[in-house]
């Protein structure tokens, strides 16, 4: 079974600086894809960035990108000139690409709290 | 283009009692997916559906079932409520499978007391 671990329950970062979150994963499969979403106090989750795992360019959009390390299964959120907005819990979820299917596995999430 | 709409947005029950929530996917959308979120278990998947069909279930005991209608909405059921059910339930939408974008509503709250 596919599992998803975030080690950082919360993490703080100045206005205008950058933060990364970590991410780790484990599976046997060979094809699937990863992906960060953000959860604001409105509790919607909104989808920040994917990444297919056979492609070995890190995904990249605006102030978000990843590093992508497939041999290490790990897979970070770089957020660029944080801004206040930024402010949220963040999950990492896996996706197998395999199986016709749709389901997230999440991991516990980290809390980001942006500083002015 | 209206996003996913789940209803009611808040629900108080009482333990024993039934529950019944509704997810309306985005026009077009065939795959809807149900998740519970609770601080101590995090975001737990219960089950998808595609053209009316579940197609995958979470570790869920039986108390815990869904179904999909032809125009693609979906609902959730929770019999014999327990108050560890008390969680925000969340649903998904997908136009298909394979490399499409998940879309979430913004959630149930489920209060059990």
């Known amino acids: 079974a596919q599992t998803v671990t975030q080690s950082q329950p919360e993490m703080s970062v100045q206005e205008a600086e950058t933060v990364t979150l970590s991410c780790t994963y484990d599976t046997s499969e060979s094809d699937y894809y990863l992906f960060w979403y953000k959860q604001p106090p409105s509790r919607q989750m909104i989808l920040v960035i994917r990444?297919?795992?056979?492609?070995?360019q890190n995904a990249t959009e605006n102030r978000f990108s990843v590093n992508f390390q497939k041999a290490a299964k790990s897979f970070s959120l770089k957020i660029s000139d944080s801004q206040l907005g930024d402010a949220a819990m963040y999950f990492c979820?896996?996706?197998?690409?395999?199986?016709?299917?749709?389901?997230?596995?999440f991991g516990t999430g980290t809390l980001l709290a942006v500083q002015p | 283009k209206a996003g996913v709409t789940q209803t009611p947005r808040y629900l108080i029950k009482t333990r024993g009692q039934q529950v019944t929530l509704s997810c309306s996917p985005i026009?077009?959308?065939?795959?809807v997916s149900w998740y519970q979120q609770t601080p101590g278990q995090g975001l737990q998947f219960l089950f998808e559906y595609f053209s009316e069909t579940q197609r995958n279930k979470g570790n869920f005991p039986g108390r815990f079932s869904g179904r999909q209608f032809s125009n693609s909405r979906s609902e959730m059921n929770v019999s014999t409520l327990e108050l560890g059910d008390s969680a925000l339930y969340l649903c998904?939408?997908?136009f298909g499978s394979g490399n499409t974008e998940a879309f979430f509503g913004q959630g149930t709250r489920l209060t059990v007391v």
């Open positions: 990444q297919e795992a056979y492609k070995q």
């Open positions: 998904a939408s997908s």
């Open positions: 026009s077009g959308h065939r795959s």
């Open positions: 979820a896996y996706r197998s690409a395999g199986g016709a299917t749709n389901k997230l596995i």
